[in-house]
């Protein structure tokens, strides 16, 4: 059965500090250029939050103006309205959230933006990071926080061994701790080529890999940054 890691509603309180050291967002951009020429990447996935004072009604003009549709749903609260579109970067979805602070009387935007492709090609991946990076910094400050994953089928355990085992050396891995049980291997550390982090009992982290093995033999590899958010 997948495992959620968490409701993406949780990324607003996990705490993301910018580490001066790291320059990248993308772990599975980092490590392209070492990916076997047969690696099959079953999908990647961005989800970026942030926190703005900026009123929903600019933000909806430039999300048109880029060829995103407001959805209507009856059942959803006035204070939060969705846009989507498919485009070259996948399958995209905006959510605008409506949070007032008593107080302060004041009202602030929350964005969240959420974007998966599947099948992206080896050879494509960093002209894909590369626009996405542009996209985003259309509609978010600095302050923004991006949570990246790639997820990756291999066809046996040694398939997918080698290729955490490449992935830890490449990201120079350091804190890692590791659970497991018959089908499941979690690893979670922190690498310095990474931006953000977090503090968990004041050590950092940033890193998180995970492989399954399914039913048909099979194993199914998840890396994400600062945290999988993805079914693994």
Sequence with gaps: MCIVCLLLCFLYVLVLKVDVVGSDYYPVEIISGD??????????????????????????????????TE???????????????????GEESFRLYLINHESSQSTVTKLQ?????????????????KRLNSFIATIYTDDRNIYSCGSFIFHDMIESNE?????????D?????????????????YTKQ???????????????????????????????????????
């Design 113 to 129: 933006y959420h974007v998966t492709l599947k099948g992206l090609e080896r050879k494509e991946i960093v002209s894909y990071y």
């Design 194 to 232: 990474l931006t953000q982090y977090y503090l968990e009992n004041t050590e950092k982290k940033n890193l998180q890999l995970a492989s399954r093995v399914r039913n048909d033999g099979s194993v199914y590899v998840s890396i994400g940054t600062p945290i999988l958010t993805i079914e693994y």
């Design 173 to 189: 891995v350091e804190n890692l701790e590791q659970q497991s049980d018959q089908r499941l291997h979690m690893m979670t550390g």
């Design 163 to 171: 290729f955490l085992m490449k992935v830890i050396e490449t990201l």
């Design 35 to 68: 990916l076997d020429k047969s690696v099959l990447i079953d999908q990647v996935e961005t989800v970026v939050v942030e926190s703005v004072n900026r009123e929903p009604e600019s933000i909806k003009q430039q999300l048109l103006e880029r060829g995103f």
């Design 71 to 89: 959805t209507k749903d009856l059942n959803s609260h006035q204070s939060k309205r969705e846009f989507t579109r498919v485009s070259d970067l």
